[in-house]
Every structure is written in structure tokens, then in C-alpha cells.
Antibody, heavy 123, light 107 residues
Framework: EVQLLESGGGLVQPGGSLRLSCAASGFTFSSYAMSWVRQAPGKGLEWVSSIGGSGRNTYDADSVKGRFIISRDNSKNSLFLRIYNVRVDDTAVYYC????????????????WGQGTLVTVSS | ELVMTQSPATLSVSPGERVTLSCRASQSVNNNLAWYRQTPGQAPRLLIYDASTRATGVPARFSGGGSGTEFTLTISRLESEDFAVYYCQQYNDWPFAFGGGTKVEIK
């Protein structure tokens, strides 16, 4: 059974940094692209970042470019999101999402989601 | 930048009814579109990908259609778990984008 377990969220002050992690199990991690999607309180879904199966190719939303870094460790079946210079509008639940396409280079739909980790940015 | 627009924002329907949700792209996304359902307090669940392919385990009452810029999600007979928010997502081009969502509520 596919499982995605996010961690690392919490309260952080504006301008601070944090690292989110996603521990994956139940599938061949390196064969799938992975992504982060966030949802601000009471709002819709916002795509944040994606990474191919090998980790070589990454893509970011304009709203986070230069502040967020997505990475993965295929030897540990783990996905990460490093967030720098956090802003109040980064407050959201951050979901780890598995790509639905078994071609490791393909990044498209998200067929499994974790339960999310809440990041609250406040002074 | 490609924008996804869903309509209506809210739909009030009765259990057992048929409902069709719409999603429009500001430019063609070919058939590179997915639909998700999100119930309160839960993560989204994939329903449809490639505009019309049901994901594994998704009931047959869900069907997707369209291509290019106009897409639909039809639920043939609403069940209790279908009262939720539905999102479309394009993956034709970067940056990926979700629509703003359609809330299906009980009439």
C-alpha cells in the first residue's frame, strides 16, 4: 500500500526557514516523479514544486522560485522541501504527492497524496 | 500564464441526482487534465486523468470529458461521499495549475 507521511511543519517567524520531509513507502520511489502542493486555510490547491524520478529535473511555481528548493533522496525513499525567507502568505498545509505515471521522467497528475503538514508563518 | 477556471463555484444538489462540473483553460492543454475530489479535512483524491481516464478504484459513476480548453466532470448519481470540493488540474505546461474548485453541497 502506498503511504506518504509528511513532517517538518510548525510555527515559523517571517524570514525564517524550515525543511519539510515526506517519507514514502509501498512503491518503487525512484520510478516516480514527486511534487509538493499546498493549500492555504480555507483556500484552493496550489501547485508548488515537482521533481523527476532521478532528481535531475525540478520545477517551481513562480510564487516560490528562489525561496523553495525541492529535492529527493532515492536511497531513503524521501522527498524534501527546503523553504527559505518564509512569508506570511506561505501559511498552508503542504501535501506531498506521488506522480501517477511510472515513466520516471514524466511529471503529470498526482495519484496519491499524504495527509499534509501545516506550516504557520507568524511573528 | 495558463489559468484554469471552474464553474460554478457552488452547486446545490440532492443525493441521487446527476451533476456536471465545468473546467475551462485559458489556452489549450490538449487532454492533459486531471480531476480531484477533496472532502473536509482530507487530502485530495485523484478521480480522472488524461481528461477521461478513471483512476484505479474510482467508481464508474464518475466520467470525464473534453479536450483543448473545455472539460467536464460528470457524476451520474451523487452519493454521500460526493458532497465535496472538486478541482481540475492541467499538466500540459509549466507551471502546473489548479482551478479554483467547485463545491458540491447538499440541497
Amino acid at each position: 500500500e502506498v503511504q506518504l507521511l509528511e513532517s517538518g511543519g510548525g510555527l515559523v517567524q517571517p524570514g525564517g526557514s524550515l525543511r519539510l520531509s515526506c517519507a514514502a513507502s509501498g512503491f518503487t520511489f525512484s520510478s516516480y516523479a514527486m511534487s509538493w502542493v499546498r493549500q492555504a486555510p480555507g483556500k484552493g490547491l496550489e501547485w508548488v514544486s515537482s521533481i523527476g524520478g532521478s532528481g535531475r529535473n525540478t520545477y517551481d511555481a513562480d510564487s516560490v522560485k528562489g525561496r523553495f528548493i525541492i529535492s529527493r533522496d532515492n536511497s531513503k525513499n524521501s522527498l524534501f522541501l527546503r523553504i527559505y525567507n518564509v512569508r506570511v502568505d506561505d501559511t498552508a498545509v503542504y501535501y506531498c504527492a506521488k506522480g501517477g505515471d511510472s515513466r520516471a521522467w514524466a511529471i503529470n497528475w498526482f495519484d496519491r497524496w499524504g495527509q499534509g503538514t501545516l506550516v504557520t508563518v507568524s511573528s | 500564464e495558463l489559468v484554469m477556471t471552474q464553474s460554478p463555484a457552488t452547486l446545490s444538489v440532492s443525493p441521487g441526482e446527476r451533476v456536471t462540473l465545468s473546467c475551462r483553460a485559458s489556452q489549450s492543454v490538449n487532454n492533459n487534465l486531471a480531476w480531484y475530489r477533496q472532502t473536509p479535512g482530507q487530502a485530495p483524491r485523484l478521480l480522472i486523468y488524461d481528461a477521461s481516464t478513471r483512476a484505479t478504484g474510482v467508481p464508474a459513476r464518475f466520467s470525464g470529458g473534453g479536450s483543448g480548453t473545455e472539460f467536464t466532470l460528470t457524476i451520474s448519481r451523487l452519493e454521500s461521499e460526493d458532497f465535496a470540493v472538486y478541482y481540475c488540474q492541467q499538466y500540459n505546461d509549466w507551471p502546473f495549475a489548479f482551478g479554483g474548485g467547485t463545491k458540491v453541497e447538499i440541497k
